[in-house]
């Protein structure tokens, strides 16, 4: 279960550092800061399932797997 959710925040900490390095590129600050909120509404989301002891995958990179 926790190496479930750390995969998780894993992804979700790597698409928020490549989103936040597209935001520095000039003329695509707005879509990199949109994509920062998506990650942290996805944060949140994982979050609540965490505590209430669920696994639900990440749409799209959910099933990206760096910790086995």
Do not use: E, W, Y
């Amino acid at each position: 279960f926790v190496r479930f959710h750390l995969n998780q925040g894993l992804l979700l900490l790597i698409a928020n550092i490549l989103f936040g390095c597209i935001s520095f590129i000039p003329h695509m600050t707005l879509a990199g800061d949109l994509l920062n909120c998506i990650v942290l509404i996805l944060a949140v989301m994982g979050i609540v399932s965490a505590i209430q002891g669920q696994k639900k995958k990440l749409p799209v990179i959910g099933r990206i797997q760096l910790i086995r």
